[in-house]
C-alpha cells in the first residue's frame, strides 16, 4: 500500500508551524541604576526580521514569537531617559529566556546629592514639562528656609532611575537635619516624594 503524499505534506506542514509558533524569545528588562524595572515606558523592538515592536509590561517582561529556531536576532531596547541600546540573542528549538540590564549615564544620582549637600548646593528634583510651574512665594520661602533649590528640568529630564536616586538621597539628608516637618511644605510635584 503506498502512502498517500497529500495526508504526509499536512502533518509536516502542521509540525514545522508548530515547531517555529513555539520559538520565541522572553526577556526581563532592568535598570542598572536600581536592580528593577526602569521607571519608564519600554519599546523593543527586533532589527533583522522588522518583527513589529513590543512594549514590556510593568515587571519589565516581554515576549516576541513566532521566530525562527537557532536563528541570530539583534534587539534593540529603548525607553525614556536611557540611551537606546541592541542586544543579540540567539533562539533555541523553544523558549529563549534573557535578561537585559539596561545602562543609564546619571548626572543625577546618590552620589551627586552628597556632593551638592556638601557643597551647599542641593536641590529638589521636578519633572517638568514644555510650560515649568513657577514657584510661587511659598515655594521661594521653603528654598531659604531650608537652603535647598527646586529644579525643574521641563521637557528634557534625564531617566527617571536617576532622579529617584538623587531625590531619595535628598530626602534622607533633609529628614536628617530638619525632621519630617519639611515634607509638610514641600511641592507636592517634587518626584518621588511618598
Not at 514569537?65 to 537557532?70: I, Q, V
Amino acid at each position: 500500500m503506498k502512502p498517500n503524499n497529500n495526508i504526509f505534506t499536512v502533518i509536516m506542514i502542521f509540525v514545522c508551524g508548530l515547531t517555529y509558533a513555539q520559538v520565541e524569545i522572553r526577556g526581563t528588562i532592568l535598570s542598572e541604576l536600581t536592580g528593577k524595572k526602569p521607571d519608564a515606558e519600554i519599546y523593543i523592538q527586533e532589527l533583522q526580521t522588522r518583527h513589529p515592536g513590543t512594549i514590556a509590561d510593568s515587571l519589565g517582561k516581554f515576549r516576541l514569537k513566532n521566530l525562527e529556531p537557532n536563528q541570530k536576532y539583534v534587539l534593540k531596547i529603548s525607553a525614556f531617559g536611557f540611551p537606546t541600546q541592541e542586544f543579540e540573542v540567539t533562539t533555541n528549538n523553544g523558549i529563549t529566556n534573557e535578561l537585559f540590564v539596561l545602562k543609564a549615564d546619571c548626572e543625577f544620582d546618590a552620589e551627586k546629592a552628597e556632593s551638592d549637600w556638601k557643597n551647599g548646593t542641593p536641590k529638589l528634583l521636578l519633572f517638568g514639562s514644555i510650560a515649568p510651574i513657577a514657584n510661587t512665594k511659598a515655594d521661594k520661602r521653603f528654598e531659604r528656609k531650608y537652603n535647598i533649590q527646586y529644579y525643574d528640568f521641563g521637557d528634557s529630564p534625564p531617566a527617571m532611575d536617576c532622579l529617584k536616586l538623587y531625590n531619595e538621597r535628598m530626602f534622607k539628608l533633609l529628614d536628617d537635619k530638619y525632621g519630617p516637618q519639611w515634607r509638610k511644605k514641600v511641592r507636592s510635584d517634587v518626584e518621588y516624594l511618598k
